[in-house]
């Protein structure tokens, strides 16, 4: 299983900097960036206190994070 730093893995900040896309060159180029920072900063310190608050329910966040991806890569391999 890839490491996960926030709640996503990295292929699953790539699958949304997939689906995100911007008109601008300039903020297509950041969002992938935009997308690792959040997930690696802001949501990791969630994570932290889910976990101090709910100790059991990251396995089962984790599940339906999975679960979503699931969905939204087959998205993308039908646009394709």
Do not use: C, H, W
Not at 1 to 18: H, Y
Not at 44 to 66: F, N, T, W
């Amino acid at each position: 299983m890839e490491e996960r730093k926030g709640f996503l893995t990295p292929d699953q900040e790539k699958i949304l900097d997939e689906l995100i896309k911007f008109d601008s060159t300039i903020a297509e180029k950041l969002d992938g960036v935009g997308i690792q920072l959040i997930d690696n900063q802001g949501l990791e310190r969630l994570k932290g206190a889910l976990v101090e608050k709910y100790p059991d329910s990251l396995d089962l966040v984790y599940q339906i994070i999975d679960a979503l991806f699931e969905g939204l890569e087959t998205l993308i391999e039908n646009k394709e």
